[in-house]
T-cell receptor, first 115, second 114 residues
Framework: AQSVAQPEDQVNVAEGNPLTVKCTYS??????LFWYVQYPNRGLQFLLK??????LVKGSYGFEAEFNKSQTSFHLKKPSALVSDSALYFC?????????????FGTGTRLLVSP | DSGVTQTPKHLITATGQRVTLRCSPR?????VYWYQQSLDQGLQFLIQ???????AKGNILERFSAQQFPDLHSELNLSSLELGDSALYFC?????????????FGQGTRLTVV
């Protein structure tokens, strides 16, 4: 079965430092990968996606993600973290064996950026 | 603002009752998804509709049902409610049904069953 793993429940980083939120996936065929962010009492906001092409995908708010097929990973990155980036981040995947339509989400990683 | 509207934002009801959650997708989006977010289960896919027809079903209980109307809004009906049904219910919409299509989420309905 397809799955998405976010191995860290929480990531702590100081403002101005680079951040990485990890995600690995398991699907049949080509993966279609997404990152979403959830702020308190809000819905999920789409950040970026990988379909095909360049392994480095740029998204909203200065975030980017690197697709690595050999490591089946899609880590979210930002060169310089802001306190306002503190939120819950979800990785999601669609693949040929995900029931075609549904996005399968990871368990989420809480990012805490300290001043 | 994603353009997806969910009502009500909060709902408190008693066990055994029935509630209806409503979702208006983004203008022009034909596809609607429902998700349940709880602390112990994370984000669980419930069901998806495309232009009025059911397209995919996830871990949706038999006590739950959904439909998408001709104007494309969708309703999720939850009946015989149990304490464990307390969760945040999200609706999302997308323009297409392709694998690479992102979905846009509403702010959710927080259901509390007492």
């Amino acid at each position: 079965a397809q799955s998405v793993a976010q191995p860290e429940d929480q990531v702590n980083v100081a403002e101005g430092n680079p951040l990485t939120v990890k995600c690995t996936y398991s699907v049949s065929g080509n993966p279609y990968l997404f990152w979403y962010v959830q702020y308190p009492n809000r819905g999920l906001q789409f950040l970026l996606k990988y379909i095909t092409g360049d392994n480095l995908v740029k998204g909203s708010y200065g975030f980017e993600a690197e697709f690595n097929k050999s490591q089946t990973s899609f880590h979210l990155k930002k060169p310089s973290a802001l306190v306002s980036d503190s939120a819950l981040y979800f990785c999601a995947v669609r693949g040929m064996n995900t029931g075609f339509q549904k996005l399968v989400f990871g368990t989420g990683t809480r990012l805490l950026v300290s001043p | 603002d994603s353009g997806v509207t969910q009502t009500p934002k909060h709902l408190i009801t008693a066990t055994g009752q029935r509630v209806t959650l409503r979702c208006s997708p983004r203008s022009g989006d034909l596809s609607v998804y429902w998700y349940q977010q709880s602390l112990d289960q994370g984000l669980q896919f419930l069901i998806q509709y495309y232009n009025g027809e059911e397209r995919a079903k996830g871990n949706i209980l038999e006590r739950f049902s959904a439909q998408q109307f001709p104007d494309l809004h969708s309703e999720l009906n939850l009946s015989s409610l149990e304490l464990g049904d307390s969760a945040l219910y999200f609706c999302a919409s997308s323009a297409q049904t392709g694998l690479g299509t992102e979905a846009f989420f509403g702010q959710g309905t927080r259901l509390t069953v007492v």
